[in-house]
């Protein structure tokens, strides 16, 4: 989607390896999400942030962490892989401010632990 | 805490019919709510946001409609194409601005 892109678009990781997934947005928005997707699950919110160093937790958070230090960029760190972090993972932006325009996701990361 | 809920969860049609898709959510203190199609391995794409003061968007061949005192949408596709093959999400922003999603529509539109 056009004003946010993920990366990697893939990877493949071993079993207890860090790994750092990117969200980059060139809106400015203020809020910015990370999501899992799992078959027969949905779409679950891992961590969410709300302005540059302002984060909260999601409904999945356990194993996970991010860090915002600029309005552009959010990551998201597996500190430790796990098999049942395979998943793919969105990154989703959105500013409630005038001229609100929903939530815009980008086109994902999928991620395969072994 | 709120609750979307989305049928049919899922839907197999011929070419050209018109479709319902519903979307229920149990808190209506909504300020808006938006409906997304996703296609196979691919992320979420806007189709239609709806604000708590209008009752219906149209997108070409969507016409999404929302009835707030109700808790419900519904997403109107007029003469379904192949095209159309793909699952379709509703989101409303909770607390937080944190939206809640339904599990979704997955729309098969055969020849």
């Known amino acids: 989607d056009a004003g946010i892109t993920q990366s990697p678009r893939h990877k493949v990781t071993e079993t207890g390896t860090p790994v750092t997934l990117r969200c980059h947005q060139t809106e400015n928005h203020r809020y910015m999400y990370w999501y899992r997707q799992d078959p027969g699950h949905g779409l679950r919110l891992i961590h969410y942030?709300?302005?540059?160093?302002?984060?909260d937790k999601g409904e999945v958070s356990d194993g996970y962490s991010v860090s915002r230090s600029k309005t552009e960029d959010f990551l998201l760190t597996l500190e430790s892989a796990t098999s049942s972090q395979t998943s793919v993972y969105f990154c989703?932006?959105?500013?409630?401010?005038?001229?609100?325009?929903?939530?815009?996701f980008g086109s994902g990361t999928r991620l395969t632990v072994v | 805490k709120q609750e979307v809920t989305q049928i049919p969860a899922a839907l197999s049609v011929p070419e050209g019919e018109n479709l319902v898709l519903n979307c229920s959510f149990t808190?209506?203190?909504?300020?808006?709510l938006q409906w997304f199609r996703q296609d196979p391995g691919k992320g979420l794409t806007s189709l239609l946001l709806?604000?708590?003061?209008?009752r219906e968007q149209t997108s070409g061949r969507l016409n999404a409609s929302l009835d707030k005192s109700s808790g419900r949408s519904t997403l109107y596709i007029a003469a379904s194409q192949p095209g159309d093959s793909a699952t379709y999400l509703c989101a409303v922003p909770g607390g937080s601005y944190i939206p809640t999603f339904g599990r979704g529509t997955s729309l098969i539109v055969h020849p």
């Open positions: 709806i604000q708590s003061s209008q």
């Open positions: 808190d209506s203190a909504i300020y808006n």
């Open positions: 989703a932006i959105s500013d409630p401010g005038p001229g609100y325009y929903g939530y815009t």
């Open positions: 942030s709300y302005g540059v160093k302002d984060t």
